[in-house]
């Protein structure tokens, strides 16, 4: 792998107690294009702008898949990252569905590696602190052919994260729009099913929500994600999943949360569940709590839901399930707790 290391970092510059999610990149990126059939030599390059044909094909038809995750430094200063080979394996599932080549495991993980090591000091210790590290690969060929495109560039990026407090969230259950449909991309980490939550979301931000809860796009009746994080529901002492499908992206997060729960002896289960029982339930007095899990937040709890206009809040609690979930996965993630899960994998060494 080349290196050319940034001879004027940026670091210096940075107020590490006051960042916004995503929107500082550190000194360096890692770069593999993809031409003439194969992958390229891979390089770690000054992080800098990109020169790009316009007729290139992810601007106009979308040929683009990304992937999410965060490394975290511990006390004595070493590097982790949380189940990286679920977000390869991933990142694959999308690039298939996308018809974009597989990128090499090898390159994958030498490159994390490499470019977490260079960019070290940029990963604060101390729980909440965290790294964002956003692989991605776009279809670079120029010409407007609507069609796979025949040269693509992968990509990792990094961005210096904090501690995230995403407050109780308010959400509106999705009445009309839909996030994914059976068929689609919903499971993909495709750019474009960001794009197209943006206008829905944005409605429900001026109406005061933070979040749509998605619904099935063929009924609108079942529950499905949460933003862009998945959601469980416990209702009667038990959390309820929506199953992975092709509408649902596969967390890691959630995948977590199933497993640390199976561990902690909580009932899950994992099934559709539908607007007319989580009002029943919350009517009843069984809907205990509500959240969203994700990489960025790790667990976001839900406050109210609203439905055609009529707003149900869920009961207050001191020590709520899901803040101790988030307690046992950020411990295990910033290295504080036994791994007892094999989820933590070292970066520097
Ligand atoms: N659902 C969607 C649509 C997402 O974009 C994400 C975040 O990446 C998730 C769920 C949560 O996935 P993970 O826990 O792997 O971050
Ligand atoms: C998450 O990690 O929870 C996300 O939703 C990632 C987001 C920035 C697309």
């Known amino acids: 792998m080349k290196v050319q290391i940034n001879k004027s970092s940026k670091i210096n510059s940075v107020d590490f107690n006051n960042l916004n999610f995503g929107e500082i990149c550190t000194d360096h990126m890692f770069v593999c294009d993809f031409t003439n059939g194969d992958w390229n030599e891979p ?9 790009l044909d316009p007729s290139s094909s992810v601007f106009h038809y979308g040929q683009a898949v990304f992937e999410g995750m965060k490394a975290y430094k ?36 030498e490159g994390l590696k490499k ?19 956003r692989p991605f690969v776009f ?15 992968f990509m990792i990026i990094c961005s210096p ?4 407090y995403s407050g109780e ?8 729009y839909s996030r994914a449909a059976m068929g689609g991309v919903g499971f993909a980490k495709a750019a474009g099913n960001y794009a197209a939550q943006f206008y829905p979301t944005s409605l429900a931000l001026q ?51 199933i497993e640390l729960c199976a561990y902690l002896k909580k009932n899950v289960e994992i099934r559709r569940l539908s607007i007319d029982e989580l009002i029943k339930s919350s009517s009843e007095g069984t809907l205990k709590e509500m959240f969203g899990c994700g990489t960025a937040v790790v667990i976001n709890p839900i406050k109210s839901f609203s439905y055609k206009n009529k707003k149900y809040v869920l009961p207050l609690l001191n020590n709520s399930f899901s803040s101790l979930l988030k307690e046992k996965i950020t411990s295990i993630q910033h290295n504080i707790s036994e791994d007892i899960f094999n989820w933590r994998y070292r970066v520097d060494s």
């Open 43 to 51: 390089k770690i390059l000054p992080y800098e702008s990109l020169k």
């Open 74 to 109: 511990d006390d004595k200063g070493q590097t982790w990252l949380f189940r990286p080979e679920d977000n390869y394996n991933r990142l694959i599932s999308s690039s298939i569905r996308l018809s974009i080549p597989e990128f090499p495991k090898k390159y994958f993980f």
């Open 207 to 257: 109406e005061g929500y933070q979040q749509i809860i998605w619904t099935d796009s063929y009924s609108h009746k079942y529950i499905e994600e949460s933003g862009t994080m998945n959601i469980f529901v416990e209702i009667n002492n038990t959390l309820i999943t929506t199953p992975i499908s092709d509408t649902i992206l596969d967390g890691i997060t959630r995948k977590s949360v």
């Open 115 to 133: 470019l977490l090591q260079i960019d070290s000091n940029w990963i604060k210790p101390g729980k909440g602190n965290s790294l964002y590290v």
């Open 169 to 176: 969230t308010n959400v509106k259950i999705a009445e009309n």
């Open 139 to 153: 279809a670079n060929t120029a010409g407007l052919s609507a069609s796979p495109s025949k040269s693509y560039k």
């Open 161 to 164: 994260a904090q501690s995230y």
